[in-house]
């Protein structure tokens, strides 16, 4: 296995840049989610790691070796594309061994490690089908099961579960996880999945527009995300709009209940807060930071008892859904008036989504 250290990598150049001085020291063994909307960088990051695109400034390096110039081959990646990438003329089986195939390895091995991979990922019924036969899901699950096989230094994932139903995507973030561990694989995956995020990343990665906005421990970014989107990429956050008011001590969050309900006001302490006065932020809360509470001083109406975001309930407040959690007991039932009590906030600028303070 391998560190992977990225020294301020650039992609083209220019308008056609794809990547911009992107510098991470990832450690051995440590698997990191890179996020970022659509355009981002990510996958070019992931092609940049592989040396399947030219880097045209900085450099990339395993275990402190310069790779920059090597093929992928010299690298001993493992990729998993978003589209599976499989060899139509051959079963899942030759597909998964295909690796071990071209490297010689003895006969008795390639069955041993191609038996352990489908036995981990549960594929064995599959292993004598092509991949016409197989569904999306099923395609992808024999890519994994091929890029693992020859345990690589480092593994990337492009959006590996996109394909997947919610139920088989559950199951596979917790069977790769225990695979990941077991193997002590350097990864790096790239996702849109914030559930992704949480249950697998122990670091996260967020690009836009080809730069590195945020890099870091993954319950650190999501306590205190550099900007909007390493927060909506972190997991389930409402949205409310406020305005920032003067206080003689800290500061007010304030928004009017357009169904002329009560006053909505959060606290708010940070100094950076002063220059946004009278001035119209975003408010992100988090359902485990907002709970139902008698000793609230925030009302709501109970809008859905179904989990917001895989966490409490979905409550309206001021006319916007926001997520919360419930401090005791069964949760009210829909329709119910309550009141909610915000433990922790971050706030944005609306200009430029960056968090004030």
Not at 88 to 113: C, K, Q, W, Y
Not at 317 to 340: D, E, H, N, Q
Not at 348 to 357: L, V
Request: aromatic share 4%.
């Amino acid at each position: 296995m391998s560190t992977v250290d990225l020294d301020h990598v650039t992609v083209g150049s220019g308008r056609a840049s794809r990547l911009s001085e992107v510098s991470m020291a990832i450690d051995d063994g440590a698997l990191v989610a890179v996020v970022g909307a659509s355009g981002s960088g990510k996958t070019a990051l992931l092609r940049a790691v592989a040396g399947l695109d030219r880097i045209d400034q900085g450099a990339v390096r395993f275990d402190g070796r310069d790779v920059t110039r090597a093929t992928p081959g010299e690298r001993d990646v493992g990729m998993v594309f978003q589209t599976p990438a499989l060899i139509g003329h051959l079963s899942a089986r030759r597909n998964v061994s295909f690796p071990l195939d071209v490297r010689r390895m003895a006969t008795d091995e390639i069955h041993r490690r191609v038996d352990a991979e489908a036995r981990a990922l549960h594929i064995e019924q599959l292993m004598h089908r092509e991949p016409a036969t197989l569904s999306a899901g099923e395609q992808q699950m024999v890519q994994i099961a091929r890029a693992l096989v020859r345990v690589p230094n480092v593994l990337l994932l492009d959006e590996p579960f996109a394909s997947l139903d919610d139920q088989l995507r559950g199951r596979m973030r917790a069977e790769f996880a225990v695979l990941q561990s077991g193997y002590r694989v350097t990864t790096l995956m790239t996702t849109n999945d914030s559930a992704d995020v949480e249950s697998l990343a122990r670091m996260v990665a967020v690009l836009d527009g080809g730069r590195l906005v945020q890099f870091g421990d993954t319950a650190v970014v999501r306590r205190l995300p550099a900007n909007l989107p390493a927060a909506v990429a972190t997991g389930p956050l409402s949205l409310i709009e406020m305005i920032v008011v003067g206080a003689q001590q800290g500061f007010w969050l304030q928004r009017e209940d357009p169904a002329g309900g009560e006053l909505i006001m959060i606290r708010a302490w940070s100094p950076a807060l002063a220059d946004h006065v009278g001035t119209t932020v975003t408010v992100g809360l988090r359902p485990e930071d907002v709970e139902i509470t008698d000793t609230g001083t925030i009302p709501a109406i109970i809008r859905s008892t179904a989990q917001f975001g895989g966490a409490g309930v979905a409550c309206l407040v001021a006319g916007v859904r926001v997520g919360a959690t419930v401090a005791a007991g069964r949760p009210p039932a829909i329709g119910s008036a309550v009141r909610l009590r915000v433990h922790h906030h971050v706030v944005f600028d609306r200009s430029d989504d960056r968090r004030i303070g």
